[in-house]
């Protein structure tokens, strides 16, 4: 699904904010808010499920927690997925479909995967015990001061650096970079994908071009934890969201497919995800 909004102009104005005003989620917001949410899809032929709830009257729900890491959110955006191949990387793109909705619509949001007290959400959500729930969000209006650990978080993380473009896309093989020439018209989503949000501000993400492909994979370091394994997966569901909704804003054609015989020799810890098929 195409977003109605100016993708590029969305994803340039977006950032994660921490600290919020007190202030309730207009009626009028909600309902757009909601609307939406009951649009979106995803190109991964799965079905996510995105939860709304307010703090003050979560059912069930208790003290929802966030680690002292969000300061005045009243509103949270939650998503949750079956277990299966593309789950996780559908629940990233679909839920980032929606934070750029929101963010156009003049809303404030932030990704959290693990700073929050997860069994809490569980509950107040109704999350099935058989489903993954890898992120949540706050939402609601930015308040007009940043909180000291919001300050502290966004130096640490080095939250508005992202790699230079010759780190993560390349043409043939991994050991030759994409020029900017070469991409031609997939500039732009190419450059969209790289402005995408991760956690810790990782950048989880390689991208390899090769015959009327663009093959995506997701790297890590040795030993990962298998948690962690899986929270890269739904960043590269954000990276995705942020290529497609920019080739569709282009006009561009083509059709995400897992391939088994691009013939690349796939360095070791990073794992292929799909393929963008470009359109003759």
């Known amino acids: ?15 994660s904010v921490r600290t919020y005003d007190s202030k309730s989620l207009s009626e009028k917001d909600k309902e757009k808010l909601v ?22 009257t979560a059912a069930n729900g208790g003290k929802l927690g966030t680690y002292g890491v969000i300061k005045g959110a009243k509103t949270f955006l939650g998503v949750s997925v079956d277990k299966s191949e593309y789950g996780l990387v559908a629940a990233g793109y679909q839920f980032e479909n929606l934070i750029l909705y929101a963010t156009n619509m003049g809303l404030a ?6 700073t929050f007290s997860r069994e809490q959400f569980e509950t107040a ?3 099935k015990k058989d489903e993954l729930f890898p992120a949540i969000s706050p939402i609601g209006y930015a308040a007009g001061k940043k909180s000291v650990t919001e300050s502290l978080m966004r130096k640490t993380m080095k939250s508005d650096k992202r790699k230079p473009w ?22 732009k989503p190419l450059e969209m994908l790289r402005l995408a949000p991760s956690a810790t501000n990782a950048q989880p993400w390689k991208v390899v071009k090769k015959q009327g492909s663009y093959h995506f994979f997701e790297s890590h ?8 394994i899986m929270i890269k997966k739904v960043d590269l569901g954000i990276a995705l969201s942020h290529f497609h909704q920019t080739v569709l804003e282009n006009g561009l054609t083509g059709n995400f497919e897992k391939q088994s015989d ?11 995800i799909i393929s963008w098929n470009m359109a003759d």
Not at 170 to 183: G, I, M, R
Request: charged share 35%; no cysteine; glycine share 0%.
């Open 166 to 187: 010759e780190e993560i896309f390349f043409q043939d093989s991994f050991e030759n970079p994409l020029s900017k020439e070469e991409a031609n018209e997939y500039l």
């Open 1 to 15: 699904m195409k977003l109605n909004i100016p993708i590029e102009e969305t994803i340039k104005k977006r950032v």
């Open 125 to 127: 959500m109704d999350i």
């Open 35 to 56: 609307n939406e949410i009951n649009k979106l899809t995803n190109p991964f032929a799965v079905k996510v499920q995105v939860h709304l709830i307010e703090k003050d």
């Open 221 to 228: 370091k040795k030993n990962i934890k298998e948690e962690e």
């Open 109 to 114: 949001t932030v990704w959290l995967a693990a």
């Open 262 to 272: 691009f013939k690349i020799d796939v360095p070791d810890n990073t794992d292929y």
